[in-house]
């Protein structure tokens, strides 16, 4: 059984940061990529950032410069650095493993920015 879980979330004033981590447990055989979504109330599920077993990223244009995906392997722990937090950066933050078998989806954490 394969569990995704992440951490990190909470409220934040614009301006700033907050670094949210993704662990993976269980038998994946092989991870192929790892990516963070968000979704904002009432708006569809987004891609935020990926970053692929080869250590490529890419990352949506509205984080651009402001967030950094990285991982550590050791710990198949991805995190996800978010800086110069915006209100727009509200939202539940999941995070997706992306395996040779299947997806796997956490169960999402809380990012508020608020003043």
């Known amino acids: 059984q394969v569990q995704v879980v992440e951490s990190g979330g909470g409220l934040v004033q614009p301006g700033g940061s907050l670094r949210l981590s993704c662990a993976a447990s269980?038998?994946?055989?092989?991870?192929?990529?790892t990516g963070w979504y968000r979704q904002a109330p009432g708006k569809q599920r987004e891609l935020v950032a990926v970053?692929?077993?080869?250590?490529?990223?890419n990352y949506a244009d509205s984080v651009k410069g402001r967030f950094t995906i990285s991982r550590d392997n050791a710990k198949n722990t991805v995190y996800l650095q978010m800086n110069s937090l915006k209100f727009e950066d509200t939202a539940v933050y999941y995070c997706n493993v992306r395996s040779t078998a299947s997806g796997y989806w956490g169960q999402g954490t809380q990012v508020t920015v608020s003043s």
């Open positions: 970053i692929t077993s080869g250590g490529t990223t």
């Open positions: 269980g038998s994946i055989f092989r991870i192929l990529a």
